[in-house]
C-alpha cells in the first residue's frame, strides 16, 4: 500500500468481497469484524463490542434513511434501470446498466424511451447533473404512467446488486433497523451492523444517537466518480446536539459518509452547525475538511472510490492508510455487507485535532 498525492491506493483480493450478508455467513449483523482505528495503535475488534469501545458522552449520528429497491427491468434492453433518485421537477435519474451488469450501457440518447414494468415510460431527457455532457451514466428522464415513485419500486422493483454478490437478497437486507424514511437507492451501509440490543447497550453506557436524513443515490463502482447532488435533513434537534457536544469537549462520531456529508453543509466556516434541508453538491476532500465531525464509523471502501477523500478529510491520509493497510493484511471483507471501521482521535485529543 501506498500514496500517491495524499490519496491511499491498495489492492483487495477477490475472496475479500463479501458475497453475502452475515446473517447468511452464520453470523448476527452486529457479529461482524470491526477495526479500530486511532493515531496511536489499530485494534480488531467484533461491532458488538462498539459500546466499550465508545465513551460516555460521545454522539453518535445516524442516518435513518430507508433502501429502496431501485432497480426495474426494461422491456428491450439487456440491462436494468437503477433509479438514483427523483428531482423536484418530478423527473427521475437513471442508469441503464450493460446485460452483465459490469458497467453502464452508455448508448442512451437523448430522446429515446424506456419502457419499464406496470406500464411506465421514461423519456430520456439530457445528462445529469448538467445537459451537454459527453459521457455520462446517468440522465434525467421524464416518467409518464406514474406518481408515486415509492409505491411504484416497491411493486416492481428489486434491490440494486453488483457481480460479487452470490445471491439476489430481499430488500429486507438491505435495510438498517432504524430506516425511517425511504428515498436512497443504495443502502447506507455503514449503519446496517447496528442490531436494537446494541443500540440499547450504547445509550445505556450514556452514548447520545441523533437523526439525519440523507437519501444516497446509485453509487459508481466502476468509474468511482464524486457523488452527484443528493436529498438531505438535518433537523434542528440534531444540530443542538453537535453543537452542544463540541461545546463540551465530547465527540461527534458519524455513522457512514453521508452523515458527513449532511452535516458539513449545514456548518458554517466557524463551526456552528444548523438545522437544513433541501439538495447538497458538497464533496469533502483534503481541502475542505470536515469541521465538526471528529470520529466516523465506515464500511471498507473500494481502492480509487471517491469516499476515501472524504475519510482523509475527517480523519487524514495517514490513519486511513494504516487502516486500510490492517485491514488488507488481516482479510477484512468488502462492501455493503462487509465488515467495519471506526475512526477515533486519541483519548487526549481535543475536538479540533481529534484526528488531524
Request: hydrophobic residues 40%; charged residues 20%; neutral net charge.
Amino acid at each position: 500500500m501506498n500514496a500517491s498525492s495524499g490519496v491511499v491506493t491498495f489492492k483487495i483480493s477477490p475472496d475479500q468481497a463479501a458475497t453475502s450478508p452475515p446473517e447468511h455467513r452464520g453470523l448476527r449483523r452486529d457479529d461482524i469484524r470491526l477495526l479500530v482505528a486511532r493515531p496511536s495503535r489499530v485494534e480488531h475488534r467484533r461491532f458488538t463490542e462498539l459500546p466499550d469501545i465508545l465513551e460516555p458522552g460521545d454522539l453518535l449520528v445516524i442516518n435513518t434513511s430507508g433502501t429502496l429497491p431501485a432497480a426495474v427491468d426494461a422491456s428491450g434492453r439487456a440491462g436494468a434501470v437503477h433509479v438514483s433518485t427523483a428531482l423536484d421537477d418530478g423527473c427521475w435519474v437513471v442508469e441503464l446498466r450493460r446485460g452483465d451488469n459490469r458497467g453502464p450501457d452508455q448508448s442512451l440518447r437523448p430522446g429515446e424511451w424506456l419502457e419499464l414494468a406496470g406500464g411506465v415510460r421514461l423519456e430520456v431527457l439530457d445528462p445529469y447533473p448538467r445537459a451537454g455532457l459527453r459521457s455520462t451514466r446517468l440522465w434525467r428522464a421524464r416518467p409518464t404512467g406514474v406518481v408515486d415513485l415509492v409505491a411504484y419500486l416497491r411493486r416492481y422493483g428489486r434491490p440494486i446488486s453488483y457481480g460479487y454478490l452470490d445471491a439476489q437478497y430481499p430488500i429486507t437486507a438491505y435495510q438498517t433497523v432504524y430506516a425511517a424514511t425511504p428515498g436512497s437507492a443504495e443502502m447506507p451501509s455503514a449503519g446496517r451492523p447496528f442490531s436494537e440490543a446494541l443500540l440499547v447497550r450504547l445509550m445505556a453506557r450514556g452514548i447520545t444517537v441523533a437523526p439525519i436524513v440523507l437519501h444516497a443515490g446509485v453509487s459508481s463502482p466502476e468509474s468511482h466518480e464524486p457523488p452527484f447532488p443528493e436529498r438531505y435533513e438535518v433537523p434542528p434537534v440534531t444540530a443542538r446536539l453537535v453543537n452542544s457536544a463540541l461545546a463540551a469537549g465530547d465527540r461527534v462520531i458519524a455513522v457512514g459518509t453521508t452523515v458527513v456529508r449532511a452535516l458539513e453543509t449545514c456548518t458554517t466556516p466557524d463551526g456552528i452547525v444548523h438545522a437544513g434541508r433541501g439538495w447538497t453538491d458538497l464533496v469533502l476532500n483534503p481541502d475542505r475538511p470536515s469541521r465538526v465531525v471528529t470520529g466516523l464509523i465506515s464500511g471498507l471502501h473500494e481502492p480509487g472510490a471517491s469516499h476515501l477523500k472524504l475519510l482523509e478529510a475527517v480523519v487524514g491520509p495517514d490513519l486511513v492508510r494504516s487502516a486500510y493497510r490492517a485491514a488488507v493484511d488481516h482479510s477484512y471483507l468488502w462492501h455493503e455487507f462487509g465488515d467495519s471501521t471506526v475512526f477515533l482521535p486519541d483519548r487526549q485529543s481535543t475536538p479540533e485535532r481529534a484526528i488531524r
